[in-house]
């Protein structure tokens, strides 16, 4: 693990001071490789969170240029970039508020081609993508190089949320074997709404990373920010999962992913 500098420690000294995480799991986060996809209102948030938490390198990977009706919602931009590639802005933004850091700003989506070597580079991944094609092909790079992975999507006022750890969970196929009919631009959303589910997303990076708490693992958060009505579900396993059912981790793999990821 990398050693933090008295500028690090004094940046991160009210989360060292929690009990349970101290000096060591902030070294944790200073050595590990954050990817995170999608980079708007979701993945941009999550990103914010975890940069200040000081996770020590960021990949953010997002295609496509920022758009007006973003600005609701993603509060890593500034109204002077719209029309240009958003997740340039991001890793601008971020480096302002935590030059401690190392951010790469990927713009690109997720593609068969580029899928596994984001992913080899990663400790954990953050799938925040806006399409199930993209959200599949991060769930199958992650589950080929046994990388850990915190899954998140909202629609409207509902949102979801869960860790994958192949091999220990559910994957992303077997808990949507038939993927939604669902059009990005199709449904309303608040900024606040994407911003809570963003903070527990990042929370839940955190807690894998560190050790810290008890993570979503087989456990699937549902949210209805309308009604502030929160459920945990238990996803199904499935045995004959096209991409997770042939793998397998002794208990011993299974902590020395959790907890210490980097």
């Known amino acids: 693990m990398l050693n933090l500098t008295p500028t690090e420690l004094e940046r991160y000294r009210r989360q060292i001071m929690l009990p349970g995480f101290g000096e060591e799991a902030q070294q944790q986060l200073k050595s590990a490789t954050a990817l995170v996809t999608g980079v708007g209102g979701l993945g941009g948030t999550a990103a914010l969170y975890l940069a200040v938490a000081g996770v020590g390198r960021l990949l953010l990977v997002r295609g496509g240029e920022l758009r007006l009706d973003d600005m609701n919602r993603q509060i890593l931009m500034t109204h002077d970039w719209v029309g240009k590639p958003r997740v340039y802005k991001a890793k601008e933004t971020l480096e302002g508020i935590n030059p401690d850091i190392e951010i790469e700003a990927i713009a690109e989506y997720i593609t068969p081609e580029n899928a596994d070597g984001l992913v080899q580079q990663a400790d954990i991944a953050l799938d925040c993508a806006h399409n199930f ?19 998140a999507a909202m629609n409207g006022m509902e949102a979801y949320l869960t860790t994958i750890v192949p091999g220990v969970t559910p994957c992303l196929s077997c808990l949507f074997p038939e993927k939604p009919n669902w059009d990005r631009r199709g449904f309303g959303v608040l900024g606040a709404v994407s911003g809570t589910l963003a903070c527990l997303t990042a929370l839940e990076a955190i807690k894998l990373l560190t050790g810290l708490g008890k993570p979503l693992l087989s456990e699937l958060l549902t949210m209805d920010l309308s009604s502030m009505e929160f459920a945990k579900r238990r996803p199904y396993h499935d045995p004959d999962c096209p991409v997770c059912g ?11 992913l959790v907890g210490h990821c980097s």
């Open 133 to 151: 094609d993209e959200r599949d092909l991060l769930n199958a790079a992650c589950v080929r190089w046994r990388k850990p992975m915190v899954e």
């Open 246 to 256: 042939n793998i397998s981790l002794t208990q011993q793999s299974v902590t020395s």
